[in-house]
């Protein structure tokens, strides 16, 4: 069973302030990775897409892969109380030559002014 | 526009009873998806299709079933073999299984 995991929070953070989310993976032969946010009783949305190791940003946010540590991350600058909602990381799973996206449970965060 | 359409947005089932959840894309994506997601959990995978007349199974395709007849459209059924269907059921497709999903706007599944 492949996995990745994310802290479930709720990650508390002040106005202004850098919110730092972090996902693990397992399946080492993964490429694709994906932060998307959803609002309470919303569908997700997407915030960004990485391939390539290193980082990779887009306005207020930033995502950090490192494939040998199998870790992902997302770095939302400025926070604003907009940003509460949950951050749902999601990884492509190439096993057994079907491509499939499998998602974290989501970390929970707060941005309180 | 350009989108995922899930239809309807609440739907209600008696017991013993199979419904259909429709999701239909415009946006002439290969690769659809349908998740569950449950209060305050994460989105698991029933089923998801690469092209069209082909799907797979995902973590918990027990008590569903998909067709994929057209590539536009990936219609879910909920069986009465579905012991705990209540929840919120949201459809994603993307170009290709590689690249960024994008959802519909959910259905919620409430058993009466």
């Known amino acids: 069973q492949k996995e990745v995991e994310q802290n479930s929070g709720p990650l508390s953070v002040p106005e202004g302030a850098i919110a730092s989310l972090n996902c693990t993976y397992s399946d080492r032969g993964s490429q694709s990775f994906f932060w998307y946010r959803q609002y309470s009783g919303k569908s997700p949305e997407l915030i960004m897409f990485?391939?390539?190791?290193g980082d990779k940003e887009d306005g207020r946010f930033t995502a950090q892969l490192n494939k040998a540590s199998q870790y992902v991350s997302l770095l939302i600058r400025d926070s604003q109380p907009s940003d509460s909602a949950t951050y749902l990381c999601?990884?492509?799973?190439?096993?057994?030559?079907?491509?499939?996206?499998?998602f974290g449970a989501g970390t929970r965060l707060a941005v309180h002014p | 526009d350009g989108g995922i359409t899930q239809s309807p947005k609440y739907l209600f089932r008696k017991e013993g009873q199979n419904v259909t959840l429709s999701c239909e894309q415009n946006l002439n994506h290969d690769a659809m998806y349908w998740y569950r997601q449950d209060p305050g959990q994460g989105l698991r995978l029933i089923y998801y299709s690469q092209i069209v007349n082909d799907f797979q199974k995902g973590d918990i395709a027990e008590g569903y079933s998909v067709s994929r007849e057209k590539k536009e459209s990936f219609p879910l059924t909920v069986t009465s073999a579905q012991k705990n269907p209540t929840a919120f059921y949201l459809c994603?497709?993307?170009?290709?299984?590689?690249?960024?999903?994008?959802f519909g706007q959910g259905t919620r599944l409430t058993v009466v």
């Open positions: 990485i391939y390539s190791n």
């Open positions: 994603a497709s993307s170009i290709t299984v590689n690249t960024e999903a994008f």
């Open positions: 999601a990884v492509n799973d190439g096993a057994g030559g079907y491509n499939k996206l499998i």
